[in-house]
């Protein structure tokens, strides 16, 4: 028997109202937990198994979820401006935000800028260009392209340098604009990386030079804060993690890896005394390449 259009569309719309939407579903969690809490006892409504495998922890922006069943292996991230419980759920509407103001003053780094770049951070020319750092003329400021994993330009971090400006300073080292940032972005930077050492981990700096120290060795993440986004964990999620962090933001990373241990493969937490970007490649090795699991 064939069904005619209509009588499919029909049978969809009966199936819809009889299987509830897991994100409608799980969505009351937002008021029930709290951030940071994670809870098990509920039934996972992929394979709708109850036996302690589905565990879902509320961030700050949503839920996390994961079902620990092999046979299943669902995972994801529920934001958590959903409609009441039951109703249709939609995204809110995407923030706005403004693009960086002097686009057009934006020009290639000149030699001296090279130079200052490659003997303070220990930064290739090759890095520089295939990481795209280039200089603002009109705010006197290195800039640093905020990259995706295929290398577009999500925004700029702005970096004030007195040795490099004539400018006064302004009393703000850097900030931080988004050009291209949609709901699907991770909010990180990715560094250019190819042929790494050790390929089975992310590791999670604070800073876009850091990154692309690291990146010399294993794939690397800058967060562009001492937290993880939450858009991040959809990409993270299930993945083996290092969190490196120095001593003043410790405390933070042992507390992430607390809250979200659960969704990674694996998450260790490295203490380092001083930024990735101002080791030098002995240092690099030995405080953080040598100890990555």
């Known amino acids: 028997m064939v069904l005619g259009t209509g009588m499919k569309i029909l049978c969809m719309a009966c199936l819809l109202s009889i ?14 937990l709290e951030i940071g809490e994670t809870i ?21 922006d949503g839920l996390l979820y994961k079902c620990f069943r092999v046979s299943c ?32 003053d934006i020009i290639k780094l000149n030699n001296n800028q090279i ?5 303070k951070f220990n930064l290739t020319l090759e890095e520089l260009i295939l990481n795209k750092i280039k200089w603002c003329n009109k705010t006197e400021r290195i800039i640093y392209p905020i990259l995706s994993q295929n290398g577009n330009t999500k925004g700029y971090v702005s970096r004030y340098y007195k040795e490099l400006s004539e400018k006064k300073y302004d009393g703000v ?48 993440i800058a967060l562009l804060s001492n937290s993880i986004p939450t858009n991040a964990m959809k990409l993270l999620s299930g993945k083996r993690v290092a969190i490196v ?32 970007k101002n080791m030098n490649n002995n240092e690099l090795l030995q405080k953080i390449i040598n100890k990555l699991n």
């Open 19 to 32: 299987v509830p939407n897991y994100k409608t579903q799980l969505s009351h969690l937002n008021s029930e």
């Open 40 to 60: 098990r006892s509920i039934q996972c409504p992929f394979c709708l198994k109850q036996d302690g495998d589905f565990a879902v922890t509320r961030t700050e």
């Open 115 to 119: 130079i200052y770049l490659q003997k």
């Open 73 to 104: 292996d669902s995972r994801g991230f529920i934001p958590s401006n959903l409609r009441h419980w039951g109703s249709f759920y939609r995204l809110s509407t995407a923030r706005k935000y403004e693009g960086y103001p002097f686009e057009s």
């Open 245 to 276: 962090l120095d001593n003043d933001a410790i405390a933070h990373a042992l507390k992430i890896k607390q809250q979200y241990s659960l969704f990674f493969e694996h998450c260790e937490v490295i203490p380092i005394d001083k930024d990735p």
């Open 173 to 220: 080292k850097s900030r931080t604009y988004w050009i291209n940032r949609s709901d699907n972005y991770y909010n990180v930077s990715f560094p250019y990386g190819e042929n790494y050492d050790i390929e089975n981990i992310f590791v999670l700096v604070e800073d876009i030079v850091s990154s692309i120290r690291i990146a010399r060795h294993a794939p690397s």
